[in-house]
């Protein structure tokens, strides 16, 4: 008995002032409210269906037809392309989204020498790219000393 006092005496010694039955009160309404909102996100979370398969293999379950596992993102292919094909030192922003055509700037060192322009000709990739299921125009941008110059626009 002396210890369930001294327990109860220690979850609520925070509580000067306030008459023991009130700190009894509080305290179980601070209980309540917590299972009230374990329940609550417990409840909202959908309950994962277990997933019946023709081949009763456990653990595999079926797979929707209509749903892509890997649906294509043109900033993805876009990035992974540039990072494969430019040359040491080149770098390239993220790629920019407008009016139906991706833009992407590439940044030419200032040690380079000759036309960025006939430069970027050769990145533009080929036509059987994986780039080309998604987007129908790309075009690069060179950034070469301090300043955009003319673009390439690359089609399939």
């Not at 409210?33 to 959908?46: E, M, S």
């Not at 023709?54 to 540039?82: H, K, M």
Request: glycine residues 8%; contains cysteine; hydrophobic residues 40%.
């Amino acid at each position: 008995m002396g210890a369930e006092r001294r327990a109860f005496g220690a979850v609520f010694s925070s509580g000067a002032g306030i008459a023991p039955r009130r700190r009894a009160s509080a305290w179980a309404l601070r209980v309540v409210a917590g299972f009230l909102v374990l329940g609550a996100t417990g409840l909202a979370r959908p309950q994962m269906a277990v997933a019946q398969s023709s081949s009763n293999v456990p653990g595999q379950g079926s797979l929707d037809a209509e749903i892509d596992p890997f649906p294509y993102d043109p900033r993805l292919e876009i990035r992974s392309y540039l990072q494969n094909h430019l040359p040491s030192l080149w770098w390239a922003n993220e790629p920019e989204y407008g009016l139906g055509v991706f833009t992407v700037t590439i940044h030419v060192p200032v040690n380079w020498r000759g036309n960025p322009t006939s430069a970027l000709q050769q990145l533009c990739p080929q036509a059987n790219s994986t780039i080309w299921q998604g987007i129908k125009r790309l075009e690069l941008q060179p950034f070469y000393k301090n300043a955009m110059w003319p673009g390439v626009v690359c089609r399939p």
